[in-house]
């Protein structure tokens, strides 16, 4: 398993060394990326020619397409797939394109690399704008408005591709094996490691490999793949492909519905129910961030969306008129803290790129130009610094000098600085996320309650109508969703927050975001949001005057260069929003099927008196029932991946979170932690 344990620190890059040609060499394992007569041809003809992907991609039966990558080096396999994909892919398709590497190319090298082909210099752009830094876990970034989607998993080959059989679910299509030559890097091409590959396989899954080794070619065909030597490309004599077939004693034609017990895990997390198609709807409650995003995600899936509010969209904790897009950085790897980072980084993408496609406008709908931290766990930022070496494009350490610079105010503290990060209007968000293709807005439907009949979800409206029928219901609903009867006891709580708006002073004007206890961004027509609050239990919506000298006071402490013009405000004057947040009592949100809460509690009752006995079973939900909430003041941030790994998990695909924050994320966790702990399943609100 893929776990957030141990020190924070980047992946070891790969140490490359450039032949006179100006060609990739590895120096750990003595081997280059790519072939020194025509790289690009040889990846043509041995993986993409080698797969049939021209014509496989033109047949209309599947939406999806998907490519698993052992190796992905300079990433020429994805480009040219890519390719491949926009000049043939039948109307309607989707490519999913899955790849591991232990030693990522630095952004740099990466660049260098690609220049080689000035005939894929478009979409190479666009991979080096969204390549992800060095971090350990799954990378998700979406192109082509959503047609083209792209996993980085930087980790061990073995350990990824045993997640992704671990979730017992057919997913992949074609097999690229791009790794080292087995001689140089025997762990790439391991029979333990061909396992899991055909249990990810869906039947007569392709693979496709340079190499011809008589090994490989007896290991692929011992675990199920039909293996045939081709000629090789130029002065290669032959390279292998293969496909996966079905026979009786093929455990791939015996594999039931039901997913297989991995050795030292109880599937509680996976689910029997089989995943939706795009002819499928959905029916998504609430139109904030959360909404907005699950929305969107399953939009980009070809899935028609009706999207249900009590009140107006974004009118509750995501009505803000300016919120930071940030994340919280530690020395230690945690669960938390590797879901907000990686959080972060998805949703940094995919914003950059609603500005870029006109989604959202440059200053009047937020700026991505960075955000200055100076409220640090330990107070000591410097020491920070060996923790996020070579991680410098999510985080850096900065002094006292440089963080006045950014901000262009005085502030006396050093601070981390987080390029890309910034400041969003959620609002703004919202709506261009719901303003899409196949998404339907409702508002003020009032208070909605639910039922399930054949199948489907009916949403009814406080005089018993009915405001929307669909085959899912995904709730988003934030504090209210603890008045819905399908959600049980789980544990939601509700945080009061209230925002300050406060005149920009004439001198010393605020550059760039900042976090503090509080926050603030750039002003905006003359104004600044600050905030917020912090005020658990409190479901008062009230403006409070003490709250906003609280907000001012916290401000002044961070900019004392402004505190003469913050002193001078009057605060019974000033305007504000209180609203309210859901968290969870560990602060991670619940994105995920909702449990049935008595079958779930039969299934597993035995944890009661052993929690570490293995139960081959896996959990019990509710059909077509999702939720996504409990992102505290972080939807900016959480909101983006929490749907759409929604999305992935309702279509059956490669999920963009690991094992360990899939089942954190989990709204079942809080039933499991109860039966461990020996509680009823009513007595779970308090686990």
């Not at 919202?430 to 293709?437: E, G, N, S, T």
Request: net charge neutral.
């Amino acid at each position: 398993m893929i776990r957030a344990q141990g020190p924070l620190q980047a992946m070891e890059p790969a140490e490359l060394e450039w032949t006179e040609a100006g060609e990739p060499r590895s120096v750990r394992y003595g081997d280059c990326y790519f072939s020194a007569e025509d790289g690009l041809a040889e990846s043509q003809y041995v993986f993409i020619d080698g797969s049939d992907l021209e014509k496989r991609l033109t047949i209309p039966s599947a939406s999806l397409f998907t490519i698993g990558e052992l190796g992905f080096g300079t990433g020429l396999n994805f480009l040219l797939s890519w390719r491949c994909f926009q000049r043939f892919a039948s109307p309607g398709k989707r490519l999913h394109f899955w790849s591991v590497d232990r030693h990522p190319l630095s952004l740099p090298a990466l660049e260098k690399s690609l220049r080689r082909w000035p005939e894929l210099a478009d979409l190479a752009a666009e991979l080096l704008s969204a390549y992800p830094p060095p971090l350990p876990g799954v990378h998700r970034r979406v192109f082509d408005g959503g047609r083209v989607t792209l996993d980085l998993i930087w980790a061990e080959a073995e350990d990824a591709l045993a997640e992704l059989a671990g979730l017992d679910v057919p997913l992949i299509d074609a097999w690229y094996l791009d790794g080292f030559a087995p001689r140089q890097n025997e762990s790439m091409w391991t029979v333990p490691l061909f396992e899991h590959m055909v249990r990810a396989s869906k039947l007569s899954a392709s693979l496709a490999t340079y190499s011809a080794s008589g090994q490989v070619r007896r290991s692929l065909s011992r675990v199920g793949f039909s293996m045939n030597k081709r000629p090789g490309f130029g002065k290669k004599r032959e390279c292998l492909q293969g496909s996966l077939h079905a026979t009786q004693s093929d455990p791939q034609a015996e594999r039931s519905s039901a997913p297989t017990l991995t050795p030292t895990l109880t599937p509680w997390d996976l689910s029997p129910h089989p995943p939706a198609n795009a002819n499928q709807t959905a029916l998504v409650i609430g139109a904030g961030l959360a909404g907005a995003h699950v929305a969107a995600a399953l939009g980009r899936r070809g899935m028609a969306v009706t999207v249900l509010d009590e009140g107006a969209a974004a009118g509750g904790g995501s009505g803000n008129a300016q919120g930071v897009l940030f994340t919280r950085l530690s020395h230690e790897r945690s669960i938390l803290g590797e879901f907000s980072l990686l959080a972060f980084l998805y949703a940094r993408d995919l914003y950059r790129r609603m500005f870029q496609d006109g989604l959202l406008r440059e200053g009047r709908d937020g700026e991505l130009n960075g955000c200055v931290q100076t409220d640090m766990p330990r107070g000591d930022t410097s020491s920070l610094a060996e923790a996020l070496r070579g991680l410098e494009a999510v985080a850096e350490p900065r002094d006292v000098e440089s963080v006045e610079h950014l901000l262009g105010v005085r502030s006396g503290t050093a601070g981390i600085w987080q390029p890309g990060s910034g400041w969003l209007a959620p609002p703004a968000v919202c709506r261009a996320l719901l303003d899409q293709p196949g998404i339907s807005l409702q508002e003020h439907c009032g208070h909605l309650s639910f039922h399930c009949e054949n199948g489907q979800w009916e949403a009814r409206n406080p005089e018993g109508h009915r405001q929307g029928l669909g085959d899912l219901l995904i709730l988003a609903t934030g504090p209210s969703g603890r008045r819905i009867a399908q959600t049980g006891d789980l544990p939601l709580r509700v945080v009061r927050g209230q925002t300050t708006q406060i005149p920009a002073p004439r001198d010393q004007p605020l550059r760039t975001s900042l976090c503090h206890r509080g926050y603030i961004a750039p002003a905006v027509n003359g104004e600044h949001c600050i905030g917020a609050t912090f005020k658990p239990g409190d479901e008062s919506r009230e403006l409070r005057v003490e709250e906003h000298r609280d907000n001012i006071a916290a401000l002044a402490r961070a900019l004392p260069a402004w505190e003469d013009h913050l002193m001078s405000l009057d605060p019974t004057q000033l305007k504000g929003r209180a609203e309210l947040r859901c968290v969870s009592p560990d602060y991670l949100p619940l994105a995920g099927p909702l449990p049935d809460i008595a079958a779930f509690e039969e299934r597993f009752r035995p944890l009661q008196w052993d929690a570490s006995q293995l139960i081959p079973l896996t959990g019990a939900y509710q059909r077509g029932l999702y939720m996504s909430t409990a992102h505290g003041s972080r939807g900016l941030s959480y909101a983006a991946l929490s749907g759409e790994f929604i999305a992935a998990r309702i279509f059956g695909e490669p999920p963009p979170l690991s094992r360990e924050l899939q089942r954190a994320l989990s709204p079942a966790r809080f039933l499991i932690r109860g039966l461990i702990r020996g509680k009823a399943p009513a007595k779970v609100a308090g686990a």
